[in-house]
Structures are given as C-alpha cells and as structure tokens.
C-alpha cells in the first residue's frame, strides 16, 4: 500500500503545539474532563466509578450505539459500528468499499483521507470541486457527468470542510436519487452536523434517506471531544458493517474504555453540549464578520452557513503559504494555506471554535496594520 503524506497533519504536527493562537483549528474548544463528567446521570457516573480498564466490544458499547443509533432516525444500534476517530472509520470504509478498477468521486477541496485513502487502494478518483464563484455550491449536472460504470462511491462532506458550505435540500434529495438509480454508495461524511446556524438548515442524515447511504459522525467537532476518539459509520447495509468490523481487527480493534463512557455522557447530554459549541461559534463569528468588512480590501469572505471554518482568500499578490508563516513567526497566530488541500486559489482556512479567538484576531490584526 502506498499513501501520500497527509498534508494538513503535517502542517499542524510543525505549528499545532508551538503557536499559542491557532486560528486554523477545525474543532470546538474540548471539554475539561471535570466539565464533562458533571453532566453524567446516575446511570453513567456508575459506569465511570466502576469502569474496567480492559478490552472492550469491538463494535462499540452498546450504550453507546444505542445513544448514536438515537441521532439518527430509523436506525438501530446494529447498523451503527464506532472506530477509534473518524479518520480510522474512513481508511477502513475506503478499504473495503474500493479496489483497483473502481471509481470514486469526491468533493474538493476536503480532509484530504477522503480522497488520498480511496487513491490508495489503486481506485480511480475524481475530484468534484466546489468553486468560490458559486458559493462552494456543489453542480449535480458536475456529478452526472463525471460518472463511469465503474463509479462505486460518491463522497460528500457537509457541513463542508474547509468552506463552511451547506447542500441545498433540492440538489440533495436528487444526489439521494441519482445514487439509488444508478446504486452507488453515497458517503457521507455528517462531522458537522448539528452546528448548522439556522436549524432549518439541517439536512437529513444519508443513512435515514437511502439504502445506499451511508453516514460519518465524529465527536471531535460539533461535541468539542477530538481527544476521545470515537468516530461511527451508520449504514442499513449489514455487508459493509460486517466487512468493516473484520477489516478494524487489523487496526484498533476496539475502542478506549475511558472514551466509550465519557462519549455516552456526551451524547446523552447533547443539547447542553451542543449549545455550548454554537455559542463559541456564533459569538466568534460577529468579530469575524466584523474583521472582514475592514479589511475587505485584502480579503474575500464567504460567509460560512454551519460548522467552525471557513475559507476566505488572500487577494494580496503575496502567496498565502508565506503570508501564513510570517504570521505565526512574528505574531503566534496560526493560520491554514489552501496550499495543504493543493487548491491554487490563495485561499486560507480560518477557525473560530476557540474561546480565544478574538485575541488571535486581535494578533492578526496587528500583523496586517505593521506590515
């Protein structure tokens, strides 16, 4: 197997632990582990006191899928199987859903594993790219023309990463169609979901629309939990659960103990949980809104429609890779260059899940006023 270095990891491996304003990171500020276990019922603060630190069932708790099956509606806990982090539920579905011959089509520009992993498996991939100038709106027409006999999997993420885009509710439940007509997988990457600003909004979960769909969730974003790491497919296709769970014999097997029960308690307190990430998020906002509109003359701004990112661009003749690091060099903001999804468009993602993030603008804006 040959995979090419995952460009963002790396980026963040050089500047995620040494910046002190991380203006690119894609999650919620996390949880203090005293904050989450406060939000325990009786039921799980028992099974954390009394909680065995040996191994634990490979598909999951099954409180805990019970507890994801419950996001979803018509699903039940045995068509949801949990990995070690979305990323490893995304490297095993790619493993098994492709092989050489196969075609793939993917959004982009997105969390690189999403593409790079299903190249991997000597599959043929086509980037579908959602374009500025369209809102990062993705074209079905796009899609259908892009489709070969051999197509075995249409990938999409949104809430979008990095551009903070929605799928209009038309153009989804005719992607849904397309898929079943021609009986392609639609994966789903949903990491996102729930942290829409306007709850109308909110798209169905693939797996609750089609027998063909098939839904990532994550606790890392919308529930602020990225060092947990627990990661779910839902699907009401058991073939593909029960080649997924033998495939994950090969790569975590189970899951941590410690992080099955504190994601239970997550998710049975969501509502609080999830308040807490759209409070950050939409307060962070309005500086950003207001950062933009002063400095309009060397920024474009999309405004972003759910999630904790967005995408904005450079409009400087300076490449934005090299704007990026004289920032962290001089001021200890960290920002993201579109450079690490290979997008040539100047573009850099901005994140705005961090409680300190005015003061990271404050930095930026000191930059760009001594330059």
């Not at 079905?140 to 990463?161: D, Y």
């Not at 969730?217 to 769970?245: C, E, M, N, P």
Request: hydrophobic fraction near 45%.
């Amino acid at each position: 197997m040959h995979i090419q270095d995952f460009k963002l990891e790396r980026y963040f491996a050089r500047w995620e632990f040494v910046a002190p304003y991380l203006l690119s990171s894609s999650d919620v500020d996390g949880y203090h582990l005293q904050d989450l276990l406060a939000l325990a019922d009786e039921e799980t603060r028992a099974l954390w006191h009394d909680l065995s630190l040996g191994y634990t069932e490979s598909a999951g708790h099954p409180l805990l899928r019970q507890e994801i099956a419950s996001l979803y509606a018509g699903i039940t806990p045995e068509e949801i199987l949990t990995f070690a982090g979305g990323e490893e539920a995304i490297f095993v579905l790619m493993n098994i859903l492709l092989q050489a011959g196969d075609h793939a089509i993917v959004t982009w520009p997105g969390y690189q594993s999403l593409y790079a992993v299903a190249q991997s498996t000597g599959a043929d991939v086509t980037l579908l790219p959602l374009r500025e100038e369209q809102q990062w709106r993705l074209d079905l027409a796009e899609v259908r023309s892009l489709l070969h006999p051999e197509t075995r999997v249409i990938v999409i993420n949104f809430p979008h990463n990095p551009t903070g885009a929605l799928l209009d509710q038309t153009t989804y439940k005719e992607l849904l169609a397309l898929a079943e007509e021609r009986q392609i997988y639609l994966f789903s990457d949903e990491s996102y979901r729930y942290l829409e600003y306007q709850e109308g909004q909110r798209l169905p979960a693939a797996v609750e629309k089609s027998s063909y769909g098939i839904s990532l969730g994550v606790l890392s974003k919308t529930y602020a939990l990225a060092g947990l790491r627990i990661g779910w497919l839902a699907t009401h296709d058991q073939t593909i659960l029960k080649r997924a769970a033998a495939f994950k014999d090969y790569v975590s097997i189970c899951n941590s103990a410690p992080s099955e029960i504190l994601a239970l308690i997550a998710l049975r307190a969501r509502e609080q949980v999830v308040a807490r990430s759209l409070g950050i998020i939409k307060s962070n906002l309005t500086h950003l809104d207001r950062f933009f509109a002063d400095w309009s003359d060397l920024f474009t701004w999309h405004r972003p429609q759910a999630g904790s990112i967005a995408f904005p661009r450079l409009l400087l003749q300076q490449p934005v890779e090299e704007f990026a690091q004289q920032l962290v060099e001089q001021e200890g903001v960290m920002l993201l260059p579109g450079t690490v999804y290979d997008h040539p468009g100047n573009h850099f993602r901005i994140g705005f899940g961090r409680a300190n993030m005015p003061e990271a603008l404050a930095r930026l804006e000191h930059f760009l006023q001594t330059r």
